[in-house]
């Protein structure tokens, strides 16, 4: 073992100082003196040694108060003490360990039993940092690998929440599709009828334009012109409200798409489009925000191939949290003072030709993100949203379906009072 470990030899009498000084550095040790505690303790406020020889009996603060001091302060209590002391009773010795010594040599000392306890110690105080050292790299990688397990068993239970959400909407979009294709047709055919009861009533009137009393009274009571020209409208709205509820069914179907074990072709408009719908009711207005207006700037996109339910799950995150965005400021400032700045999400496409890719940016113009949880917003259970309100796994999730499972890129920018933008991109083929 090379001999460059620091040593601190604190003794009152200077004759002794030199003696043991020549003798441990004709040993290669490195060594510096004091010659009082307090001379010690003060120099052990910039000085780290590997040991220290501390004499006993010294005036003023001898050399147990000394030790006592040392192993009460965390930065020199792990510094191993070896006292130095022509005391030979069991108590000064028991006192000595008790302090926290890790040894003691009897004076007049021997060099070679001296510098035998010396070695020792430095091997001792060695192999403890060493273990130590170990034990905290083992901790470290324990801790990494529990919060690991953590994330993946959480991730697990989110995937198992969407999987069992995918398989409930496409549930609830199948039994509202047959009802709808059932009055859907119901209604065109009702159209049809009124068509044809209209035309006999219009040839009716024209073979007998005087009816009877009776037939003119019951024509004012029931206010026959009003109800042939409002029952068209009616039937027309009818339809259009199921051609609405049809829309979102198939908005359904679409964004649970159920992933297969490859990629498929799939339109990335239709992805988005049918997101927005299931969110339209939280962009309406309400009694603390005005409503979210959504600028749509599409370019002209082919399809690619993709997991389309795992992107359109991107999308609904990437979408909802800048709606919670918006709904966060709505606690903070009065409807007037929302109203003043129009609250916009903007989705922008476009084709990278050259780069054989597509891109996709959603921006907002809320509040904006400090450089500090831009650096973590991607990070497995990071959230900025109250208890209760986000897992912190939304993004990271969003993160690992672009960048591993698609091979693409998901950033974000953001600027304090400037809104955010995340921006994806994503190859055109597997």
């Known amino acids: ?47 780290r040694p590997d040991l220290i020889l501390l004499d006993v009996q010294m005036p003023g603060i001898d050399g147990f108060e000394t030790c006592r001091q040392l192993k009460e302060n965390p930065e020199t209590a792990a510094i191993p003490v070896i006292f130095l002391t022509a005391l030979s009773d069991p108590d000064s010795i028991v006192k ?35 273990l130590e050292s170990q034990v905290a790299e083992r901790t470290a ?25 995918g398989n ?13 294709g059932f009055l859907n047709g119901s209604v065109q055919n009702a159209q ?54 049809n829309a979102i069914s198939t908005s359904l179907r679409t964004f649970s798409r159920a992933d297969t074990e490859h990629k498929v072709s799939a339109n990335l408009h239709e992805g988005l489009d049918s997101t927005l719908l299931i969110l339209k009711y939280r962009l ?15 370019g002209e996109l082919p399809e690619i191939d993709c997991f389309p339910g795992q992107l359109n799950q991107v999308f609904m995150n990437l979408f909802a949290n800048a709606i919670d965005v918006f709904d966060e400021a709505a606690q903070q400032s009065s409807f007037d003072e929302l109203s003043d700045k129009s609250q916009t999400i903007t989705v922008k496409t476009a084709l990278l030709a050259g780069e054989k890719a597509v891109d996709i940016r959603i921006r907002d113009n809320g509040k904006g993100m400090t450089a500090d949880v831009k650096a973590r917003i991607f990070d497995h259970l990071f959230t900025t949203k109250a208890v209760g309100k986000g897992t912190g796994l939304g993004l990271a999730i969003a993160h ?31």
């Open 284 to 298: 309406k207005g309400n009694e603390q925000r005005p409503a979210i207006n959504i600028i749509k700037d599409y």
């Open 168 to 180: 409930l909407v496409a549930g609830v979009a199948h039994e509202i599709n047959n009802p709808i």
């Open 192 to 245: 049809n009828y009124l068509q044809d009861l209209t035309e006999h009533l219009d040839l009716y009137q024209e073979q007998y334009p005087q009816p009877n009393e009776a037939i003119q009274e019951n024509a004012e009571e029931i206010d026959l012109d009003y109800v042939r020209e409002d029952f068209p409208k009616l039937l027309n709205a009818m339809l259009g409200a199921m051609k609405r509820i």
């Open 96 to 130: 000595a360990f008790s302090l926290g010594a890790a040894d003691y040599v009897s004076k007049p000392f021997r060099e070679p039993e001296l510098l035998a306890r010396v070695k020792t110690h430095l091997q001792v105080q060695r192999l403890t940092q060493h």
């Open 141 to 165: 990688q324990w801790q990494a690998a529990a919060q690991e397990l953590q994330q993946s068993k959480l991730q697990l239970i989110q995937n198992e929440k969407m999987s069992a959400l």
């Open 400 to 430: 690992q379906i672009i960048v591993e499972t698609h091979g693409g890129s998901l950033d974000v920018q953001s600027t304090p009072g400037a809104g955010t933008e995340f921006w994806i991109r994503l190859p055109m083929t597997a």
């Open 1 to 47: 073992m090379s001999n460059n470990a620091k040593i601190l030899v604190v003794d009152d009498t200077l004759t002794n100082l030199e003696v043991i000084s020549e003798s441990l550095a004709t040993h290669d040790y490195v060594v510096a003196t004091a010659l009082s505690g307090e001379r010690a303790l003060k120099r052990l406020e910039h000085y």
